[in-house]
């Protein structure tokens, strides 16, 4: 007699679902059913006889009886119930998931029927592998699920239905389907709802509505449920009267309205409720889930603001819990305290300094640098990046410990993009002119590297890599600038000047800047390089650029007005000139200012002042228009002490002797 603790005859069952009458087949089903429960062996087992298509056509017989298909069903749910390889091979090779659907939808299936088919569904998008692109664009689908998440429905088959929406809320456009479905109302009665069962699924899926997502955010702060806004129920729900798991999702909910720019830091439902729940749910005695969660979303929560920063400091022994944190074996609740450090030190020196202090930040760092578990590893550089912006630090600690050394090691060796995009933030710190690691790091041969990485495709990588050779050529030697310029190329830094990305093109602009500074350096360059320069400020200030653009472009201007040793590559440019004359006029005051600054090199040049020279001011009406704006800052009393008007007056001054008819 066959038990459930002896292997099935796997072949016979199969041959008896497929020919043997109602009572044997309903039998064979029963033995499969008990064999697979709880045993990822004999689920193994079916699926490698071939019995998947012959339960899912027992489902879709409609000869067979309402016990063999709920049977059948069953079975279906514990497999989807197996390992990450059993569940794929449901998906990609029986195609389950939309005849899951199909039954789901069916108004001749029992309640029974449709809440089993819930529950797999359930299980499987619990799984990487399952579709969940696109799921809810079929709006079909998501109006029918809905409405099986109404009152009427089982707790069970609610529970479902949003943990399912969870599982498929992933972008922008599903957040939005589900805002526009009507999502929020439903979710603000299961949230009301004196279980919490029921209760987290629900909070987890507000929290993936409303994250990075202002729309949804507003909506649910006008949302109400039995007279109280949604919000406000939030926020009851941090009390410690309710279960942790249900405190943190719905700290976390607040945390993402007010980051999605709903409500400001200042809201005593943020910095009163939220940040405090969140912090006392870092303390070691409760489980590790919560903690990792707690310290990742009170990170996001302060990231940004150094007022909850502050307060976060100070707030329920969370430095001491934190520093705890940091010894736990497990790597979850490590990297989480970690990236909670990060946050912590991201504005406020006095903070930074009490964390390097008091909690020995630094040795935990440098072990997290060298830890096996990429995570942990990712936050300890996270973290160096939040504390490298100190420059107390960065002449002290990161002096005294070498941190250059291990993240050039991580550098040189890590390939992954977020690791780069991490490293590289804090090297550009470690490369400011005032940081005693700057001359190492370069000796190391950064150079080549860094230079390789502006051709990347990634756009975080490209940016963090012309910064840091910006930060580099900085008041540096020449052979330093050299260096860039021979490994970067020029074709390199005017192809970077004309980048898609806004930021690249300023901090490019910011590398041509050093590298324009001195007038040794500035005759080494311009000689090899005047044309493509020049040609490249040319199109930026033609360009559609913002305003802070050209004013890199006119600084870079005044930089070689000032100081080349010929003195003409500007004051011989009749586009410059042009541009010049007529930024003059306008209406952005930083370009005025732009202008004029370069102006004033230029008129202030001892060599400035030969005929053909000073004839080339006044032929491109740079004198002239001058003059006009002279006069018209004169009668505006209120510009008469700005920059503007003491420069002009400074530049008149200086041209009046050549220009007497045209300077009264």
């Known amino acids: 007699m066959w038990t459930p603790a002896q292997e099935a005859n796997w072949e016979e069952l199969k041959y008896v679902i497929s020919n043997g009458d109602g009572v044997d087949c309903r039998e064979a089903l029963i033995k499969i059913k008990d064999a697979v429960i709880g045993s990822n062996k004999?689920?193994?087992?079916l699926i490698s006889h071939d019995l998947v298509p012959i339960i899912l056509n027992t489902c879709i017989d409609q000869v067979q009886s309402p016990d063999r298909k709920m049977d059948a069903l069953v079975i279906l749910g514990s497999l989807a119930k197996g390992s990450e390889e059993q569940v794929e091979c449901l998906v990609k090779q029986y195609n389950i998931v939309p005849y899951l659907l199909k039954e789901i939808m069916s108004k001749d299936n029992s309640k029974k029927c449709v809440e089993t088919c819930l529950s797999t569904l359930r299980s499987i998008f619990g799984h990487t592998c399952a579709p969940k692109e696109n799921f809810l664009a079929n709006t079909d689908v998501l109006k029918h699920f809905l409405r099986l998440?109404?009152?009427?429905?089982?707790?069970?088959?609610?529970?479902?239905?949003t943990s399912i929406l969870v599982s498929v809320c992933q972008t922008n456009e599903d957040q939005l389907r589900l805002l526009h479905a009507g999502t929020l109302q439903i979710l603000s009665r299961m949230i009301c709802f004196d279980n919490e069962d029921i209760q987290i699924p629900a909070l987890r899926c507000l929290s993936c509505m409303c994250y990075s997502?202002?729309?949804?955010?507003?909506?649910?702060?006008?949302?109400?449920?039995?007279?109280?806004s949604l919000p406000d129920i939030l926020n009851s729900l941090t009390s410690r009267l309710f279960p942790a798991?249900?405190?943190?999702?719905?700290a976390r909910c607040l945390t993402y309205i007010y980051r999605s720019g709903t409500l400001p830091s200042t809201d005593n439902r943020i910095s009163q409720k939220a940040l405090p729940t969140l912090a006392r749910l870092c303390a070691e005695s409760f489980d590790h889930s919560i903690i990792t969660s707690a310290s990742e979303t009170l990170a996001y929560l302060i990231e940004i603001d150094s007022e909850l920063q502050r307060t976060a400091a100070i707030t329920n022994h969370l430095l001491k819990s934190l520093s705890d944190l940091l010894q736990s074996q497990d790597p979850g609740v490590k990297q989480a305290a970690l990236c909670c450090f990060a946050s912590l030190g991201a504005n406020d020196e006095a903070i930074r300094k009490r964390l390097m202090d008091t909690y020995g930040l630094i040795n935990a760092i440098l072990n997290?640098?060298?830890?096996?578990?990429?995570?942990v590893k990712l936050s300890a550089i996270r973290c160096l990046h939040s504390l490298s912006r100190s420059v107390q630090q960065l002449r002290t600690t990161f002096q005294d410990y070498t941190i250059w050394e291990p993240l050039m090691g991580i550098f040189t060796t890590e390939t992954s993009i977020e690791f780069l995009v991490a490293v590289t933030s804090t090297i550009c710190n470690l490369l400011l002119e005032f940081s005693p690691s700057k001359e190492p790091i370069i000796n190391a041969g950064i150079i080549e590297r860094l230079c390789q990485y502006t051709m990347h495709a990634d756009p975080s990588l490209r940016l963090n890599s012309i910064w840091a050779l910006m930060n580099m050529s900085f008041q540096s030697e020449m052979y330093v600038k050299t260096d860039i310029i021979n490994m970067l190329g020029t074709k390199r830094i005017l192809e970077l000047v004309n980048d898609s990305d806004t930021r690249i093109v300023m901090k490019t602009l910011g590398l041509l800047r050093n590298l324009l500074s001195k007038t040794h350096h500035i005759e080494i360059i311009m000689r090899a390089y005047s044309c493509e320069v020049l040609e490249a400020i040319n199109k930026l200030l033609e360009s559609d650029h913002s305003s802070e653009v050209k004013e890199q472009a006119f600084c870079?201007?005044?930089?070689?007005s000032a100081e080349d040793e010929d003195g003409d590559y500007i004051i011989m440019n009749n586009?410059?000139?042009?541009?010049?004359?007529?930024?003059?006029?306008?209406?952005?005051?930083?370009?005025?200012?732009?202008?004029?600054?370069?102006?004033?090199?230029?008129?202030?040049?001892?060599?400035s002042w030969s005929m053909e020279k000073y004839s080339r001011l006044s032929e491109s009406n740079i004198i002239k228009n001058v003059n006009e704006l002279n006069k018209k800052t004169i009668r505006n009393k209120a510009q008469c002490e700005d920059y503007i008007s003491r420069t002009l007056k400074q530049i008149v001054i200086q041209c009046k002797h050549f220009y007497p008819e045209i300077l009264q």
Do not use: P
Request: aromatic residues 6%; charged residues 20%; contains cysteine.
């Open 42 to 45: 004999q689920k193994g087992a």
């Open 149 to 161: 998440a109404s009152a009427g429905s089982s707790l069970k088959t609610q529970i479902c239905i």
């Open 213 to 228: 997502n202002r729309s949804v955010a507003d909506n649910i702060c006008v949302i109400s449920f039995q007279g109280r």
């Open 245 to 250: 798991e249900i405190q943190l999702i719905a």
């Open 368 to 375: 997290g640098l060298k830890d096996s578990n990429s995570r």
């Open 556 to 560: 870079i201007i005044g930089n070689i």
């Open 575 to 607: 586009k410059i000139m042009a541009h010049l004359a007529v930024f003059l006029f306008h209406h952005d005051r930083k370009l005025q200012a732009g202008a004029l600054f370069a102006i004033y090199n230029l008129v202030h040049r001892k060599d």
